[in-house]
């Protein structure tokens, strides 16, 4: 019955799909200017209706209603709550149904609250919007029901893959879906400005608070993905540069771009065709990232249902969306007038560059993930393209666009002098020329990336901070916060990519208990090896102590679990933070003379990794609010005036 | 030349969009084969995994006519999926060598007492060594190899039932 | 659950990804006593693809054959060889298909060359939305 509820949900948000798509087309011809006000209500209810589809799909799982096929693949009675909450999400499925809900819901947000926008923009945008929700609803509907029955009953479930029996799991996908498919918003509005040919500042202003919050979501997804795989994975690995993985990046490096080319559009009606054409890029790597992941065409960890025929219908969906609004962006934006050009050395030119750079780790990133197809497609060959490649390849841009990221927010507007920005640059530039030639002292084996990074991150942590300096911290903006705390973010995260790729010290050692082994400043003594078991695994637990010097000892737990539905097994790390980094501790097997594998590893600033890109979430939302609040509180025309009209001294925005 | 640039993205999507349809349709194949077809053995020596039977190295593979190297374990079911199917082959004249990977004496007398015994010799690879050498990537993996050690044929997997008409085939082109 | 469903598929469909009752190879999970060849062994290990995972280095992989791999790779370059030579090896034996590190061949020159194609494209394409300074 509550299943059916669910599945019924579901068809009527596909049908008020369907609505909102033909009321919004009627409504944008002349004549249908009376229908222009039905469309926001349909696609509030649109979104209400596909989120109380999903929250039917949780509810069939917390029950762990075996009558339903998903459940009963998918789940088990005996394991604990949240993992049976998060393993709605935890399989093609339920996770399908979570991407149609944000997508549906992000629909129905910006009908609620977008006030801005020109009102035939708007009808636009959301009926982009459905006609997006049409492909995907029907995808769910015929190829992928998560509200199928199953006959007869079985007993018990299949339970979880005990790799997503984690708290990391119940944070990491709806965070990354939210950004992910909340970056549809931005498409949308692309489409819809270019139906509409509203595509300047005013079309700007109000694209971009919703393109940070699926940003500031993105961000803190891929964090948490990233952190998630560090401990629960056992090896200390953070970034693999996996398929997966690069199509959770691809979007955010397009959204990146997006976000600094839409304040350029909005200030200086400037990169309309990069602005539009971003957005549209944001939305696509998304859905292809989608493809990629459900297809079974890449082989990943992660991979989902390795399933060519939904990979297909997911590929007749890109052809139409991302084909449609390429075609649209080729025959509209030949006629949108470009804005005035800029002073190479100037805040519009380091973010012309900024584009440029973004867009050209992104291509890297792409090119290397699809090269082993596109290889294998035409002549056969296997091949692998991996963390060398891409490190080789999109690391020197990464050092440029960073070390530019510095200095950019230091430039006026409009035109500066090149003496002006090495003078406000000199401090930023004196400390990383000083970090260089302490790590060229201290630190010689280090390798080219590493030493460039942490040599450059003290520099731009400055330069981050620096347009604040001078200014009443009170007055500033806190969009300028925002922008501060976001740069200072990017440094910090890498500073700890930096240190860990050159700090890190391994040892890998077959330990009898009593025996005492050495990891960078640490004595880690091996005291015992207990049975330990928990709701629904059983694990060997190494009890060891770690002293660093003199100081004060403490215990690490690291655990070899056996889950028991279904039986895998799995290594939790014992993970010990200092305030310098991490002391990342794995226990493996024991061999034929009674002693125990045990992987330790001392990991400098690691945690800087995380943490910097807490700080650029933390950035975005700084600005979000800041800019919602601007909003409110003066007319839009105002900013742009203050913006053209800037006297010499003003700096920043 | 500004307009001709817009529809940039569009043709790059199209190329995209060519090659991901190819290996929908065509899907590749997941296993991993051997760089060495065509080439010789590389060297090695085997002692034996049982007693009473010779170890195999690559120096017995040559001068004998074309022989079957068959990579199994007794650890590996498919293996055992495979056994009467080596029995066929081994019936119908083709000699068949074994490499036995990380097994056991006694582990690997139990297999070949249940599943069947179509070695003539069979070389114990404790470390996988020689299975690396050969460019094998799993068990149960099968080699054919003619008269002057030079590597003509590998199938990968458990040999079905309508798989040993090929190598037989193989084999016999091998002489 | 896919993993699991993954996993029961691929036992079927091709060799087995089963593990041994042996014991790991010698320096499978042994550090080699010279720290610099060491660290040449696990920068290699590192850019080694897994032949029966799912996309894994073998420095990364529980698998047992991974271990097989490492302690082989760590031998040869105990005994002299440089990275450079053991990975020559892997791929004349395997393809390129088991190096993450694609060598430079005619086959992926479009690759390496894809970083300065694009950041010139890029140029190219920005070059309208700059004008000379007046001065």
Same mark, same amino acid.
């Given at each position: 019955m509550i299943a059916e509820a669910g599945l019924a949900a579901l068809w009527l948000a596909a049908a008020l799909s369907l609505l909102q798509l033909f009321l919004g087309i009627a409504a944008l011809r002349p004549g249908g200017e009376g229908l222009l006000r039905a469309v926001r209500p349909v696609a509030v209810a649109q979104g209400v209706l596909a989120a109380l589809a999903f929250l039917i799909l949780i509810w069939l799982f917390l029950r762990t209603d075996l009558s339903v096929e998903l459940v009963a693949a998918n789940s088990h009675s005996a394991k604990p709550w949240l993992y049976k909450f998060a393993g709605s999400w935890g399989n093609h499925e339920g996770s399908m149904l979570l991407w149609v809900t944000v997508l549906a819901v992000a629909g129905g947000a910006v009908a609620l609250f977008e006030r801005k926008l020109r009102q035939d923009t708007l009808i636009a945008t959301l009926a982009a919007q459905a006609l997006i929700g049409l492909g995907f609803y029907a995808f769910l509907l015929?190829?992928?029901?998560?509200?199928t029955r199953l006959f007869? /009953?079985? /007993?018990?479930g299949n339970g979880l893959n005990p790799l997503l029996q984690d708290p990391g799991l119940a944070f990491h996908p709806p965070t990354l879906y939210f950004g992910y498919v909340g970056i549809s918003i931005a498409f949308s509005f692309a489409v819809g400005a270019l139906v509409t040919r509203d595509v300047g500042p005013a079309f700007a202003r109000a694209m971009r608070p919703w393109i940070l919050a699926a940003w500031i979501f993105l961000t803190l997804g891929i964090v948490a993905g990233s952190y998630w795989a560090y401990y629960e994975l056992g090896w200390g690995g953070w970034w693999f540069w996996d398929p997966v993985e690069n199509a959770s990046l691809m979007p955010w490096l397009a959204a990146t771009a997006l976000l600094h080319s839409v304040t350029v559009l909005a200030t =200086?009606?400037?990169l309309r065709a990069w602005t539009v054409m971003l957005a549209v890029v944001a939305f696509s790597m998304s859905m292809i990232g989608t493809f990629l992941v459900r297809s079974g065409i890449l082989t990943s /960890?992660?991979?989902?249902? /390795?399933d060519p025929q939904r990979g297909a219908f997911i590929l007749a969906l890109l052809i139409l969306y991302i084909g449609g609004a390429m075609a649209l962006f080729g025959l509209r934006v030949g006629t949108v007038k470009e804005g005035s050009r800029f002073d190479l050395v100037s805040r519009e030119g380091s973010l012309v560059a900024n584009n440029l750079l973004l867009s050209v780790i992104l291509g890297i990133v792409f090119v290397g993930t699809l090269y082993p197809l596109g290889v294998e497609a035409v002549t056969g060959e296997k091949l692998s393209v991996g963390p060398p490649y891409f490190n080789t390849a999109a690391g020197p841009v990464a050092l440029i666009l960073v070390a530019l990221m510095g200095a950019g927010p230091l430039l006026r507007w409009r035109s500066d002098r090149p003496s002006a920005l090495v003078t406000r640059m000199s401090v930023p530039v004196l400390l990383s020329a000083a970090s260089l030639l302490a790590l060229i002292v201290l630190a010689p084996g280090i390798g080219i990336f590493p030493l460039l990074g942490l040599s450059l991150a003290p520099g731009v942590a400055a330069a981050s901070v620096?347009?604040?300096?001078? =200014?009443n911290l009170r007055r500033t903006p806190l969009f300028t916060w925002g922008m501060v705390v976001a740069h200072l973010g990017i440094a910090v995260s890498m500073a700890g990519m930096a240190s860990e790729s050159a700090f890190t010290k391994e040892t890998l050692v077959a330990a009898s208990p009593g025996q005492t082994m050495h990891v960078g400043p640490f004595n880690v003594r091996f005291d015992s090896v207990e049975p330990v078991a928990g709701p629904n695994w059983t694990a060997i637990e190494a009890r060891l102590t770690a002293r660093r010097g003199e100081g004060t000892p403490f215990e690490l737990r690291p655990q070899a679990r056996m889950f028991s539905s279904p039986s895998t097994p799995t290594s939790e790390a014992a993970i010990s933070t200092v305030f310098d980094g991490q002391l990342y501790v794995a226990i493996g097997e024991e061999d034929q003379q009674g002693r125990w594998q045990i992987r330790l590893w001392w990991k400098p600033a690691v945690t800087l990794i995380w943490f910097g890109g807490i700080l650029v979430a933390l950035g975005g939302f700084l600005s979000l609010i800041g800019r919602v609040f601007r909003e409110r509180r003066s007319a839009a025309a105002k900013e742009v005036a203050a913006g053209a009209d800037m006297p010499a001294k003003e700096v920043l925005v | 030349m500004k307009r001709l640039i817009l529809w940039v993205p569009l043709a790059v999507f199209v190329v995209f969009v060519g090659f991901v349809a190819i290996g929908l349709y065509a899907p590749a194949e997941r296993t991993v084969p051997s760089a060495l077809i065509g080439q010789t053995v590389p060297d090695f020596d085997l002692a034996p995994a049982i007693a009473g039977r010779p170890g195999l190295s690559s120096v017995s593979l040559r001068g004998n006519g074309p022989r079957v190297v068959n990579i199994f374990a007794s650890w590996c079911i498919p293996c055992r999926a495979e056994a009467p199917q080596l029995e066929e082959l081994a019936r119908r004249g083709v000699p068949i060598d074994g490499i036995a990977v990380r097994d056991r004496p006694q582990d690997l007398a139990a297999f070949l007492a249940t599943y069947g015994d179509p070695f003539r010799t069979i070389g114990a690879d404790n470390d996988r060594r020689v299975q690396l050498e050969l460019g094998s990537a799993g068990v149960p993996e099968t080699f054919v190899i003619d008269a002057n050690g030079v590597i003509r044929h590998q199938h990968i997997g458990a040999i079905n039932p309508q798989d040993v008409p090929a190598i037989v085939a193989a084999w016999e082109a091998a002489r | 659950m896919r993993g699991f469903f993954l996993a029961a598929a691929l036992l079927i469909a091709t060799p087995a990804l089963a593990d041994s009752l042996m014991p790991a190879a010698e320096y499978a999970n042994r550090q080699l006593p010279d720290p610099r060849k060491e660290e040449q062994a696990k920068a290699l290990m590192e850019t080694i693809r897994c032949l029966v995972c799912q996309g894994q280095a073998i420095s990364d992989s529980d698998a047992e054959m991974a271990g097989d791999m490492r302690s082989v790779i760590r031998e040869r370059i105990q005994g002299g060889e440089t990275p450079e030579q053991v990975r020559a090896w892997l791929i004349s034996r395997y393809g390129n298909w088991v190096t993450y590190d694609p060598p430079l061949e005619p086959v992926t020159w479009p690759l390496w060359a894809a970083p300065i194609l694009l950041i010139l494209a890029g140029a190219f394409l920005a070059r309208n939305r700059f004008r000379r300074r007046k001065n």
């Open positions: 015929f190829a992928s029901n998560p509200f007869p /009953v079985p /007993v018990e =200086r009606d400037g /960890v992660h991979a989902f249902a /390795v620096a347009p604040l300096w001078k =200014r | - | -």
